[in-house]
Structure formats: structure tokens, C-alpha cells
């Protein structure tokens, strides 16, 4: 009878230390601020219950020494990307791509192997810094750094719109595609717009552009907040309308429109590097109704989710059919 006790004891600790990953079948909670320290522990559970469908790596450090994870499910060579926050005030999409990673987890354990030889990468949040600094968790940053980051804020303390990473760099605006041509770039460090004095300057940045030169995924996408569209388009060439009918997939799938650039749009953003670098479809998906200068409500999440959940999948499947194409005209 003691015996039991204690060991009855022991469970009800454990219980009380670990919550998230015993009490509850998802490890992912959507109804409340998705802050790095969450996204942290969550990539560790889930890296704990799903051994042998995902493995968790270190890809960078942000400017202020925080981890940068890219989370691999499947072990395939060939692969698709998939990524969120490279703006602070967008962490709803570090959890709409954590809820997909335990998502594509779940089904790979419980025998669909949907993935094939195929891998999906997912990096949820590129910029910590910038999401802590939004959240308004200030006094997370060294002494002297607050006092320059409240000076990018406008000198306020509400940090609701902050964009940036930790230095009033916009992570989405130092990529080489257009780059020296971005004319609206603030001409100091800021809360956003800001486009540094080089592209791959920021630390965030090289860590994402490294990752993507090892992988070399067929297809890459970043997600964004707001205003529920799809954005395709830049210098596609030759591959114009192969990019466009995997563009149209995407928006059918969600529900989204298809952006059309207008005539000043010049680049430097993720996915405009990619298209140019590999000459490969890649696509900016703004998730939630459009908002003005704020991250979006929470409340949205389970629609977006509803409108988003299948596109690991649907990529894979468009992924095969480029690489078929590929190794056709190769002969192989």
C-alpha cells in the first residue's frame, strides 16, 4: 500500500511539472500570445513525442543570442520550406507553422507516410528578437539596447507595431533580389522598413539563407500577417506559368486571392531571392484579415488554420511533379 502511494505521488509530480505534455493530447496551445519562450519548449516536446518523425536543429542565432530552430520531419533529400516571423508583430505565424509541424507529426505516426523520400523544413520563427520586442517584453534586452530600441519605436513604449529585429533591421527587406533598388527604406535603424546597409547583413537572415542553400527545397514558402492573399510573382521568367497554376492551387486551397504586384514592387524579400536564386516557385501567403499595424487577433486562428492546414501536403504533391519534370528532361 505505501509503495503505491508513493509511486501515485511521483505520477502526480511529474504531472504538475510537465502539463503541456501529458495533460492534453496537442501540444500546441492557439488561444493565447505565442511567445518565443513557448515556441522554445513546445519545439522540445514535440521533438521528445515525435522521435522518430522529426528532428529539431539549431540553424543561427538572432542578434541578441536566441536560438533560431528549423524543425525537419521526414528524411527524404529533396524537400519543400515553409516559414514565419521574419516580422515581429507576425508571430501568429510561428504558431500556425508549429501547429502544422505537430500536425504533419501526427499523421506521419499515426502511417501516413504522405512525405514519400521527401522532407519538410519549417522554420517558425525567424525573428525572435523582433517577437519579443512586439510582445512587449522590453526588459529582455540588455540595459543600453532598450533605451536604442524605444529610440526605433519613436521613442514610445508601445511596441505593438514593431516589425524588426532586435537592431531596427526588417529582416524581409535584405535579400539581393532588388535590394539596391528599394526606395521607401528608412534611412536609420527602425521599427520597420528598415533595409540595413547590405543584404544577408542581419544575423537572422544568414541563418534562413544558409539553411536554403543546404537543403535546396523544390519549394518555399513564408508566411506572413495580413490581409489573407498570395503573393507569386517576381522575375519568374520562363517559369511564369508553371509558378502561377501551383499559385492558383495554393489560393483555391485557402481561400486567399492572388496578390498582383503593381509596378513599383522591387523586391528584396525572401521568396523574391529564391525565385531568382533557383529558379523555383516560392510564395509570400499573408494569413488573417488585414490589419493596420499590429499583430492579429487570436481569434482568427482557428479559421486560418481551418484554410491552411493542408498546404504541407498539397506542396509536397507539387514538389513531385517539378522534380518529375526535372529528372525527365534530364533523361535520367
Same mark, same amino acid.
Given at each position: 500500500m505505501r509503495r503505491r502511494l508513493i509511486i501515485m505521488t511521483i505520477i502526480i509530480f511529474l504531472l504538475s511539472i510537465y502539463p503541456k505534455e501529458y495533460h492534453a493530447d496537442s501540444v500546441i496551445d492557439v488561444n493565447k500570445e505565442y511567445t518565443y519562450e513557448d515556441f522554445q519548449e513546445d519545439v522540445w516536446i514535440l521533438k521528445s513525442k515525435y522521435k522518430k518523425q522529426l528532428q529539431v536543429h539549431t540553424i543561427g542565432k538572432s542578434e541578441f543570442g536566441r536560438k533560431i530552430y528549423a524543425v525537419q520531419i521526414g528524411t527524404g533529400e529533396k524537400s519543400v520550406l515553409l516559414s514565419g516571423a521574419h516580422h515581429?508583430?507576425?508571430?501568429i505565424t510561428s504558431l500556425l507553422t508549429? @501547429?502544422?509541424?505537430?500536425?504533419?507529426a501526427t499523421t506521419m505516426k499515426n502511417g501516413d507516410n504522405f512525405l514519400g523520400s521527401y522532407?519538410?523544413? =519549417?522554420?517558425?520563427? =525567424?525573428?525572435?528578437?523582433?517577437?519579443?520586442i512586439q510582445q512587449g517584453k522590453i526588459n529582455k534586452f540588455p540595459f543600453f539596447s532598450k533605451r536604442k530600441i524605444k529610440k526605433m519605436n519613436g521613442?514610445?513604449?508601445?511596441?505593438t507595431r514593431w516589425k524588426s529585429n532586435g537592431l531596427g533591421v526588417d529582416l524581409n527587406r535584405q535579400y539581393p533580389a532588388g535590394w539596391e533598388y528599394l526606395k521607401d527604406s528608412k534611412k536609420e535603424p527602425s521599427y520597420k522598413n528598415y533595409k540595413g546597409k547590405a543584404p544577408f547583413e542581419a544575423a537572422e537572415v544568414q541563418a534562413i539563407v544558409k539553411l536554403t542553400e543546404k537543403i535546396k527545397p523544390t519549394i518555399a514558402v513564408a508566411y506572413h500577417s495580413s490581409g489573407q492573399e498570395i503573393f507569386w510573382q517576381y522575375n519568374n521568367g520562363v517559369n511564369e506559368e508553371r509558378d502561377q497554376m501551383i499559385a492558383e492551387?495554393?489560393? @483555391?486551397?485557402t481561400g486567399y486571392k492572388l496578390g498582383t504586384p503593381n509596378k513599383d514592387a522591387i523586391g528584396g524579400g525572401f521568396t523574391d531571392w529564391f525565385i531568382t536564386t533557383y529558379h523555383l516557385p516560392a510564395f509570400t501567403i499573408e494569413i488573417c484579415p488585414l490589419v493596420d499595424e499590429r499583430d492579429p487577433s487570436l481569434i482568427n486562428f482557428s479559421n486560418e488554420w481551418a484554410r491552411n492546414k493542408a498546404i504541407p501536403r498539397t506542396l509536397i504533391e507539387e514538389a513531385k511533379k517539378i522534380d518529375a519534370v526535372h529528372k525527365k528532361m534530364l533523361g535520367d
Open positions: 515581429g508583430r507576425e508571430w508549429m @501547429k502544422m509541424t505537430e500536425d504533419i522532407s519538410i523544413w =519549417i522554420v517558425p520563427m =525567424i525573428n525572435p528578437d523582433g517577437v519579443t521613442g514610445i513604449d508601445d511596441f492551387v495554393l489560393a @483555391k486551397e
